[in-house]
């Protein structure tokens, strides 16, 4: 069965950084674009960053453009995200989120979400 | 930027009855919306793609219609497991965006 597990986030202060990793199994990563997604406490969700599955193309997010970057490594079957710069407003529950079709741009499968929290 | 707007926020209701939950964007999308669940301390869950197109092992109780700006997820008869939070999302411009979100909870 599909799982998604991340990994990497704590605690950490402001102006640091932060890799997240997300291990893919039970399906053919990399013929599927992969997805961050993340979670404010008790906020709703937002969008951060996708990356085609073959690495060809990368978006992110106007908030996080510039000081996140979304990287692969399909031999691994390993998403990762790295966090630059760290801010209070990323502190958040990050999601990696499996494309349901590639290039579909909508998540049939999410990893159970990592905590990142900035505070000094 | 598109921006989705949901409503109401909170929506009120008993068991067995018909939810009806919308989803406005600040500007066309066509058909490319999709609507999630989350239950507290759960990811979220896929249930509706290209507008009304139900996911994978998604009850037949859930439908999605709309394209263009306005949307509608339909859940025809709430069982328990259905309050949650609904959330829907654009994948017609980027950035993809998410709306507020809306809270079924049980009257």
């Known amino acids: 069965q599909v799982q998604l597990v991340e990994s990497g986030g704590g605690v950490v202060q402001p102006g640091r950084s932060l890799r997240l990793s997300c291990a893919a199994s039970?399906?053919?990563?990399?013929?599927?674009?992969m997805h961050w997604v993340r979670q404010a406490p008790g906020k709703g969700l937002e969008w951060v960053a996708v990356?085609?599955?073959?690495?060809?193309?990368?978006f992110y997010a106007d908030s996080v453009r510039g000081r996140f970057t979304v990287s692969r490594d399909n031999s691994k079957n390993t998403l990762y995200l790295q966090m630059n710069s760290l801010r209070a407003e990323d502190t958040a529950v990050y999601y990696c989120?499996?494309?349901?079709?590639?290039?579909?741009?909508?998540?049939?499968?999410w990893g159970q979400g990592t905590l990142v929290t900035v505070s000094s | 930027e598109v921006v989705l707007t949901q409503s109401p926020a909170i929506l009120s209701l008993s068991p067995g009855e018909r939810a009806t939950l919308s989803c406005r964007a600040s500007?066309?999308?066509?058909?490319?919306l999709a609507w999630y669940q989350q239950k507290p301390g759960q990811s979220p869950r896929l249930l509706i793609y290209?507008?009304?197109n139900r996911a994978t092992g998604i009850p037949a109780r859930f439908s999605g219609s709309g394209s263009g700006t306005d949307f509608t997820l339909t859940i025809s008869s709430l069982e328990p497991e259905d309050f949650a939070v609904y959330y829907c999302q654009q994948r017609s411009n980027w950035p993809l965006t998410f709306g507020g979100g809306t809270k079924v909870e049980i009257k």
């Open positions: 500007q066309s999308v066509s058909s490319y």
């Open positions: 039970g399906f053919t990563f990399s013929t599927y674009g």
């Open positions: 990356i085609w599955y073959d690495e060809s193309n990368k």
């Open positions: 989120a499996r494309e349901r079709l590639n290039g579909d741009l909508q998540f049939d499968y």
């Open positions: 290209a507008a009304s």
